[in-house]
Every structure is written in structure tokens, then in C-alpha cells.
């Protein structure tokens, strides 16, 4: 009965490849995120999600883009993977406007030779 | 704008004694603070947060922090430290009248507790 999960755990791909990485919360909340923490642990937000509206972080690449088929997932498309891409990315969920704690999925290792 | 900044890179503390993991933070209005944990090669974790009421906000595993409006900061606290505790940790926060429902995080602290 996982919370927030995430799909696959680890991603091992060549540069110039594209590549998916699913998540899903079973938690009925309204609004994904989705994340990148890099070597340093930064943890930095790339995209919001609810059922009305998009915020993408304006420093990522267009080759990153998210899918949402429905209120429970959220999918993150990336493009030409590039070397710096490799990081992990972490899937989130919450509720706006009831206290928003956001629940972390178990992360995605992505590693780009 | 809303902004947070955590000091300290690394916090280190003997088994027993209390620790401290400093957050400090910048909005134009009234914050929505949270503390998250993370241990190696998982997910950050929910601690607690502060949205409004009482300035002293329990939380998970013995953890507590402090709403000190007028320092603008919200410090984590233990009593007693575990070695278990070993972990980051990364304060975040939110201002609700920007408009937006993204917290920024800050840098994170890495807490190491010697037996």
C-alpha cells in the first residue's frame, strides 16, 4: 500500500537516448511534483501538476516534459538524454489548501554514460 | 519572493546529548514552514510543519521546532540525539499570498550523531 511510487528504481541508458519514469500516488491528492536532487543532494523542483494548471521551473530543458493520464499519475519524458541529466528524481504529492505536507515517492536513480 | 537558507552543512552531536539544525527563512508574509527527513537512498519523509497556531510544533520521532517570527527562523530540535537520527535534513517553506503552491527547499543538513 505504498503511498507514492515510482518507477524504475534505477535507469542505466546511453546520451541521446529518451526515456520515461512513471509515478503514481494512491492518495487522492490533487497536486505532483516532481523533483531533481543532484550529487550535492540539491534538491531542486522541476515541474507542478494539478488538474488545472502547469508550473514548470523556467531553468528546465523543454527536453523534460511531464504526462499526467489522470489525477493519480504523473510521468516525467525526458528527451536526447544528456550526461548531466544523471541525478535522482523524486516524484511528490500533496493536497493544496489542507496543511500541504507533501508525500515523497522512493526516487528514481538515473545514470547517463 | 520566499526564500530559505540552512547554515549549517553538517551538524555533529554526541549520542545523548540535544540537538539543533538551523532554518531560517524569508517571506513576504505569514510562512508555511516544514522540516523533511531523508536517509540514504530513500525518499525525503514528512517531520512537521508549521502553518498557524501554537510556535512550537511537535513532530515525528521526538523532533520539535520553534516559530520565532520576529528571528524569522524555525530551528529543528531533539532533547536526547540517537545515532539513528544520522540523516538530512532540509527545511522548506511557503508564502500563501504569492500565489504559487510551490515550497522552495533549502540546501539541506547533514546531521551525524557519534555513539
Known amino acids: 500500500d505504498t503511498a507514492v511510487s515510482q518507477t524504475p528504481k534505477y535507469l542505466v541508458t546511453q546520451m541521446g537516448n529518451d526515456k520515461s519514469i512513471k509515478c503514481e500516488q494512491n492518495l487522492g491528492h490533487d497536486t505532483m511534483y516532481w523533483y531533481k536532487q543532484d550529487s550535492k543532494k540539491f534538491l531542486k523542483i522541476m515541474f507542478s501538476y494539478n488538474n488545472k494548471e502547469l508550473i514548470i521551473n523556467e531553468t528546465v530543458p523543454n527536453r523534460f516534459s511531464p504526462k499526467s493520464p489522470d489525477k493519480a499519475h504523473l510521468n516525467l519524458h525526458i528527451n536526447s538524454l544528456e550526461l548531466g541529466d544523471s541525478a535522482v528524481y523524486f516524484c511528490?504529492?500533496?493536497?493544496?489548501?489542507?496543511?500541504?505536507?507533501?508525500?515523497f515517492g522512493p526516487g528514481t536513480r538515473l545514470l547517463v554514460l | 519572493a520566499q526564500s530559505v537558507a540552512q547554515p549549517e552543512d553538517q551538524v555533529n552531536v554526541a549520542e545523548g546529548n540535544p540537538l539543533t539544525v538551523k532554518c531560517t527563512y524569508s517571506v513576504s508574509g505569514n510562512p508555511y514552514l516544514f522540516w523533511y527527513v531523508q536517509y540514504p537512498n530513500r525518499g525525503l519523509q514528512f517531520l512537521l510543519k508549521y502553518i498557524t497556531g501554537d510556535n512550537l510544533v511537535k513532530g515525528s520521532y521526538g523532533f520539535e521546532a520553534e516559530f520565532n517570527k520576529s528571528q524569522t527562523s524555525f530551528h529543528l530540535k531533539k532533547p536526547s540525539a540517537l545515532v539513528s537520527d544520522s540523516a538530512l535534513y532540509f527545511c522548506a517553506v511557503r508564502d500563501p499570498s504569492g500565489g504559487s503552491y510551490i515550497p522552495t527547499f533549502g540546501r539541506g543538513t547533514s546531521l551525524i550523531v557519534h555513539p
Open positions: 511528490a504529492s500533496t493536497n493544496r489548501g489542507t496543511g500541504e505536507t507533501q508525500y
